[in-house]
């Protein structure tokens, strides 16, 4: 029988660094939560992936920057975005007021790249 279980419970009061989750994982496809609450990737260092990546803020606001665009883009609560493999990226900033949560959505080029 499947298990309901919801994307907003289980978060954690303190959140010292920026909470990864997988909540699927199957093929070609990583589906995780992440819980951020001001953090932000390190100044130059730029997400590099072998898989392409589509994410969704459920909660929260965040900006995100790209290596090859130098207008930060801000998304809110709702707003989904499509990255492609190798698009460098970072995260710029979250709200240090309350939790961001996003989904995002790994697809991967064959089954053992992400293991």
């Known amino acids: 029988m499947p298990v309901i279980e919801n994307i ?6 303190q959140i010292p660094e ?3 989750q997988t909540l699927l994982s199957t093929g ?11 953090h932000s990737s390190l ?13 969704i803020l459920l909660e929260g606001q965040a900006e995100l920057e790209f ?3 130098p207008e ?10 499509f990255i492609p493999a ?11 007021e309350m939790q961001t949560i996003w989904l995002a959505i790994h697809i991967y080029p064959n089954e053992n790249d992400h293991e």
């Open 86 to 96: 190798h698009t460098k990226h970072r995260v710029h900033w979250t709200d240090p």
């Open 43 to 55: 100044v130059n260092d730029w997400y590099d992936q072998i898989q392409h990546e589509w994410i």
């Open 72 to 81: 930060l883009i801000k998304l809110n609560q709702g707003d989904y975005l």
């Open 8 to 13: 907003f419970t289980d978060i954690p009061q």
């Open 67 to 69: 290596i090859n665009n």
């Open 28 to 38: 070609q496809v990583k589906i995780e939560r992440i819980i951020s609450k001001g």
């Open 18 to 20: 920026e909470l990864f």
